[in-house]
């Protein structure tokens, strides 16, 4: 079937192929202008979801750290209540104490769990002050979060809107031109599509304008001129590569040369 389909392109002639691909062009431009209605807003709904997907993932990873910090928190107090205990048992062996040299050793242990005791606070305190940063930073997201979401819903209607409004309009014309693509033979409308697409305004074909290229309007001599008039082969401009027919196929009426003289 697919081969059937390419040896029908190919037997069309270079002036159907070229008048259907211009009619195709005329559908496209007419889709651009319709995304142009539509304007930025897209790339700015789009824009809005990563930033918002951004911050929510913030607010994750600030949570997540709270959570490390409360588990250390937690691993800190167990420490502590551990060197309390051992303050504990070495205090009541003072009361068993035989010479100077346990008593010295048992004091020096007393010290050591204080000071443990005393940083493992510290920690505790230093985790305590971090957490706070981090919820107000939370906070901050959150509030953040909460206006980036009612601009996306604003921007979302809006965008909803004018597609509905353009929605009918675009997909018959999107029919359209998928009905005039297996009118022009595989390579040439893979070309088109290239051109297009390299194209600041989205032409890929033009007609001759004032005897120049209706898309670069680089000058066009008059011998080449005369071969895209008899539509033998399809000739692209040597400026800017967009296919080139004239203006009788375009359907473009020009204005003849006014004679002089009396009636």
Avoid: W
């Amino acid at each position: 079937m697919a081969t059937a389909d390419k040896n029908k392109a190919e037997q069309l002639s270079v002036e159907s192929r070229l008048k259907s691909l211009y009619e195709l062009q005329t559908i496209l431009s007419q889709i651009d202008r319709i995304k142009t209605v539509r304007g930025e807003l897209p790339l700015e709904v789009r824009d809005l979801e990563d930033h918002i997907e951004g911050l929510n993932t913030r607010i994750a990873n600030y949570r997540q750290e709270i959570e490390e910090l409360r588990k250390k928190g937690l691993a800190e107090k167990e420490k502590i209540n551990e060197a309390q205990a051992k303050i504990q048992t070495y205090k009541t062996q003072l009361d068993n104490v035989r010479n100077n040299r346990e008593f010295d050793l048992l004091t020096k242990e007393i010290e050591f769990q204080t000071l443990e005791i005393e940083l493992c606070e510290k920690h505790i305190n230093e985790y305590a002050r971090i957490t706070d940063a981090k919820n107000a930073d939370i906070a901050a997201t959150e509030e953040k979060l909460s206006d980036q979401q009612h601009i996306l819903a604003e921007k979302r209607a809006e965008l909803e809107e004018i597609v509905s409004e353009t929605k009918q309009d675009e997909e018959r014309l999107r029919e359209q031109a998928k009905a005039l693509e297996p009118k022009v033979d595989a390579r040439t409308l893979a070309a088109f599509k290239r051109i297009r697409k390299n194209a600041r305004n989205g032409l890929g074909i033009v007609y001759i304008q004032r005897n120049a290229c209706g898309g670069c309007f680089n000058r066009i001599p008059p011998q080449k001129q005369m071969e895209i008039k008899m539509r033998k082969k399809i000739i692209v401009c040597e400026y800017c590569g967009r296919i080139m027919i004239d203006p009788e196929l375009a359907g473009v009426e020009t204005a003849e040369p006014e004679t002089t003289g009396k009636k």
